[in-house]
């Protein structure tokens, strides 16, 4: 049981807190870590979105009173993106960060898919860590220093600087505690100038991190730049003027900024030319602070978010086509198209033929209602619903019976689940689906073997065929040799079992051939 843990600070990721509660302990052993922290080793700490809260306060939870939302909200990087996905996205999110265990937190945010570049490594304000250093005797990893485009401390207007830790590090199982950062690097000062445009973004960047926003759908955020484009005078008729808007970003960040970022605009379709058009999918916070920054300076992007959550979109209503021989040509399009409805079984048959899509394009325009009664009945492909209880059930059958046959057998290949499931010669995707599976997941946590358990079984495996064959057992280093083992591969249990006194007994009595 754990006797005690860190206190957690404002705006301290996750894996800052765990690092530091590694540190204090001592804990060398990056799976020895992660056993005591989550009661299991197979964990890859994230730096952004650190997933599996729920066992992790199961064991912390009686030092740490807090629930699984506030941690992510607190100690995590989703309350940046919770205005700009769906929240039916955020809850799956969440649900995955909590009970999950395999996160794909990132994939589901859009974080991999997108343009925007992230920082590679943990970024942190030598200030800061100076200041942590003399008042804690520690310090921590800021997460709102780890946002793309957060270049500047907004407490102390000194530049981050990167450490020498990866985001992604080559040890997946380890802990990066920033206490280690050397902080002999000199300072870069910039003018304490509320309106450098450097410090404001960070400011911008913070404030959507620490506020709690409301959700802005791709269509609210077209209408609300449509009108904030019209009130600025950048207009070319009807239309946003788009080499206006493109020389005023660029004037203002500058290319070398834009590029870093992920935010190019040296392609003649670039991301800026459909921002100002109809959204037809999510953009990140970064898009929206730099088109409101260089086009809109007076409106904080907090503000932009509620005034564009509360347009409430018209519905837009069906165009009506008038044609002045409308009267005179219904019959005959419609005579026309019941016979050719009646030698065929689809709309997309029909619209394949020449005179199929030229009746359909007019009754579509100017008949539409009694086009809608003449359809074809629409194919729908026989989706079967799969019966997980009866497939779960069917399947343990199978896996006890590979157990069966396989228990009295100490010379077969580690159990693991993956060897369960090739045994049964199941094709589809088993591991994929285990969550339905409870039978069969119940089957693997008891019966898949361990190293340890699978070392013991190869060396059970030597000493039977020994007892059976009325054979002296042969010395320790032979059997790690017969059983695929060696001095460093060996586990505890198995160096227990060749250190026993087996020659005692007479039928174990060692092998006397001369070496």
């Not at 957060?150 to 207007?157: A, L, Q």
């Not at 809608?372 to 009945?377: A, M, R």
Request: aromatic share 12%; hydrophobic share 40%; net charge positive.
């Amino acid at each position: 049981m754990i006797m005690q843990f860190p206190i957690a600070h404002n705006d301290e990721l996750l894996v800052s807190i765990l690092a530091r509660f590694v540190a204090r302990q001592g804990l060398k052993n990056d799976k020895a870590a992660l056993e005591l922290l989550f009661s299991t080793r197979n964990i890859v700490p994230s730096a952004l979105l650190q997933g599996h809260i729920q066992p992790l306060l199961s064991n912390v939870g009686h030092l740490w009173p807090v629930s699984e939302i506030d941690v992510i909200n607190r100690h995590s990087l989703l309350p940046f993106f919770q205005s700009f996905i769906e929240p039916q996205r955020v809850e799956a999110v969440q649900n995955s960060l909590i009970y999950s265990e395999k996160s794909t937190a990132l994939t589901t945010i859009g974080k991999n898919a997108s343009n925007v570049h992230w920082p590679m490594y943990y970024r942190y304000c030598p200030k800061c860590i100076a200041e942590d250093n003399k008042l804690l005797a520690y310090s921590y990893w800021r997460r709102s220093f780890q946002l793309p485009g957060f270049v500047v401390c907004p407490k102390h207007f000194v530049y981050l600087q990167n450490s020498h830790f990866k985001l992604l590090p080559s040890r997946r199982h380890g802990f990066c505690d920033a206490s280690q950062v050397n902080n002999s690097d000199k300072l870069i000062h910039i003018d304490v100038d509320p309106n450098n445009k450097l410090l404001k973004l960070a400011v911008h960047l913070q404030q959507l991190l620490q506020i709690n926003t409301p959700y802005v759908s791709p269509l609210q955020w077209t209408i609300f730049y449509q009108k904030a484009i019209r009130n600025i005078g950048l207009v070319n008729g009807a239309r946003p003027d788009h080499l206006e808007v493109k020389e005023r970003v660029i004037s203002y960040w500058g290319i070398k900024f834009l590029s870093s970022y992920g935010l190019g605009l040296h392609n003649e379709n670039n991301w800026l030319l459909a921002f100002f058009r109809k959204h037809r999918r999510h953009y990140t916070a970064l898009h929206h602070i730099a088109c409101m920054m260089a086009l809109f300076p007076c409106q904080p992007i907090l503000e932009a978010i509620n005034e564009a959550s509360l347009i409430i979109p018209e519905k837009q209503q069906r165009k009506v086509h008038f044609n002045s021989k409308l009267v005179d040509k219904v019959d005959e399009y419609r005579t026309n198209w019941l016979q050719i409805y009646s030698q065929f079984n689809s709309l997309k048959s029909i619209r394949e033929t020449r005179e199929g899509a030229r009746l359909y394009s007019w009754l579509f325009r100017f008949d539409n209602a009694w086009l809608q009664k003449k359809l074809p009945k629409r194919i729908c492909n026989n989706i079967v619903k799969v019966n997980w209880v009866k497939r779960d059930r069917e399947l343990v059958k199978k896996l006890i019976l590979v157990l069966n046959k396989s228990y009295e057998n100490l010379s077969l290949p580690r159990m693991t689940q993956t060897w369960f499931i090739a045994q049964t010669n199941i094709t589809w995707g088993v591991a994929s689906h285990l969550e339905k599976l409870p039978l069969s997941k119940c089957f693997f946590i008891k019966y898949t073997e361990s190293i340890d358990e699978c070392q013991i079984r190869r060396v059970l495996a030597i000493i039977v065929n020994c007892i059976n064959k009325n054979e002296p057992l042969p010395r320790t280093y032979e059997i790690e040799r017969l059983a695929g083992l060696s001095k460093q591969r060996s586990r505890e249990p198995v160096k227990y079992i060749l250190e026993m006194g087996f020659e005692e007994i007479s039928c174990f009595k060692n092998s006397t051939r001369k070496y």
